[in-house]
């Protein structure tokens, strides 16, 4: 009798819990865990994709700044160079990667006399020697192609500045 009784226990006790019951005896995990398991794993695979799609979005924006500064500095009439094009620099570093150029010389004393102009107008000017013979003033150093134009802006109307300055790229 007692058998008659405890084997429809068990089948409703079964029933009524499924196969966690068995499962936590065992020390497995219950369908809640594994189902809360499976939520975080779907919750950290959106956040990594969300990282990827706002890392494109910051890569996509910062090319687009940057075709909007070359067209700006197009309109500027402005040049941009790299130190190759002059035959390379003879200053063995420079600690910035943009300089505007004020002026470029053959003669240093000119160069000199031009640094020392755009000194006392209140700018921060080095000089910077090509391997080619030049002597070119640079101001304005900066790490940003964005700050470059804006600066390029404001020394445009300086009474120091000519009319063919440039920007010297130092990669």
């Given at each position: 009798?007692?058998?008659?009784?405890?084997?429809?226990?068990?089948?409703?006790?079964?029933?009524?819990?499924?196969?966690?019951?068995?499962?936590?005896?065992a020390?497995?995990?219950?369908?809640?865990?594994?189902?809360?398991?499976?939520?975080?794993?779907?919750?950290?695979?959106?956040?990594?994709?969300?990282?990827?799609?706002?890392?494109?979005?910051?890569?996509?924006?910062?090319?687009?700044?940057?075709?909007?500064?070359?067209?700006?500095?197009?309109?500027?009439?402005?040049?941009?160079?790299n130190?190759?094009?002059?035959?390379?620099?003879?200053?063995?570093?420079?600690?910035?990667?943009?300089?505007?150029?004020?002026?470029?010389?053959?003669?240093?004393?000119?160069?000199?006399?031009?640094?020392?102009?755009?000194?006392?107008?209140?700018?921060?000017?080095?000089?910077?020697c090509?391997?080619?013979?030049?002597?070119?003033?640079?101001?304005?150093?900066?790490?940003?192609?964005?700050?470059?134009?804006?600066?390029?802006?404001?020394?445009?109307?300086?009474?120091?500045?000519?009319?063919?300055?440039?920007?010297?790229?130092?990669?």
């Amino acid at each position: 009798m007692r058998r008659y009784i405890l084997l429809p226990l068990l089948v409703a006790s079964v029933l009524a819990t499924g196969c966690d019951a068995f499962r936590k005896l065992a020390g497995r995990p219950t369908a809640s865990e594994i189902e809360a398991r499976r939520v975080a794993m779907l919750q950290e695979q959106q956040l990594l994709e969300q990282a990827r799609i706002d890392s494109l979005e910051r890569v996509r924006k910062a090319l687009a700044d940057s075709l909007a500064v070359l067209d700006s500095l197009k309109q500027l009439s402005g040049t941009i160079l790299n130190p190759s094009a002059m035959g390379g620099l003879y200053t063995t570093k420079l600690d910035s990667r943009y300089y505007i150029i004020v002026g470029a010389f053959t003669y240093r004393p000119n160069a000199e006399k031009l640094l020392s102009r755009v000194q006392k107008s209140g700018y921060d000017a080095t000089l910077i020697c090509f391997r080619n013979g030049y002597h070119a003033v640079g101001l304005c150093q900066t790490d940003n192609l964005n700050a470059a134009l804006r600066s390029l802006k404001k020394v445009k109307g300086e009474p120091f500045c000519p009319v063919d300055v440039w920007i010297l790229v130092n990669e």
